[in-house]
């Protein structure tokens, strides 16, 4: 079996985040066949085309780094009803220069999570919006909507709620099946 290289993206820059510690639950959830390795998107210098005749070193690395691997799990918290400024930055870096996006086809899913009941719907599809405008086949279900998040974490990032556990196990094994069906 091939294992598939999945780069998770967070789009906190929180230490204490709790889409961090999402992603952290996940990864000790994830079947031998995705492995995941976090991507940091923190240093990116703000997208501006006129920098792209000599791109940042930044910008390669990260760009180099979405190339090499499979596919792409989001993680996401709500800024006013939209995604994070960082998160677009990311997307907009990664898809440049013009006709060399590195997202392109490859598998993807997104997670939100939020201290609200809401769970972060609003940026969970913002995100969705700028997937499929970058060609990104972004897995459809299951949604996953994390709210009350403040209440499903030890203080040490230890996921505690059990519910969630299940949810996320699920949800990562249908992620699994979703790349290899993208990847064939
Ligand atoms: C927020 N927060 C927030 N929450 C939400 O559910 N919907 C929203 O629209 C917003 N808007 C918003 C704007 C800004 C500028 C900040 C800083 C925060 C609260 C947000 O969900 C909360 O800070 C989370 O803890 C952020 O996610 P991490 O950092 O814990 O992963």
Redesign the pocket.
């Known amino acids: 079996m091939t294992a598939h290289k999945i780069a998770v993206i967070?789009?906190?820059?929180?230490q204490?985040?709790?889409?961090?510690?999402?992603a952290n639950a996940l990864t000790a959830l994830a079947p031998e066949s995705l492995v995941l390795e976090s991507l940091d998107i923190s240093k990116l210098p703000m997208y501006n085309e006129e920098l792209d005749d000599t791109p940042p070193e930044e910008w390669v690395i990260f760009r180099t780094a979405l190339k090499a691997c499979d596919g792409f799990l989001f993680?996401t918290?709500?800024?006013?009803?939209?995604i994070?400024g960082v998160l677009k930055n990311a997307l907009d870096v990664g898809s440049r220069p013009y006709g060399k996006s590195a997202w392109k086809g490859k598998p993807a899913a997104v997670i939100s999570?939020?201290?609200?009941a809401?769970?972060?719907f609003?940026?969970n599809h913002h995100l969705r919006q700028c997937l499929a405008y970058l060609d990104v086949p972004t897995m459809a279900q299951p949604e996953a909507y994390i709210?009350d998040?403040?209440k499903r974490f030890a203080e040490d990032g230890t996921l505690t709620d059990e519910s969630t556990r299940k949810f996320l196990g699920e949800f990562i094994v249908a992620f699994a099946d979703w790349v290899a069906t993208v990847k064939g």
């Open positions: 967070v789009g906190s820059l929180r204490a985040s709790y889409n961090r510690k999402t993680l918290p709500e800024y006013n009803r939209s994070p999570v939020s201290p609200s809401i769970g972060g609003g940026a709210g998040a403040a």
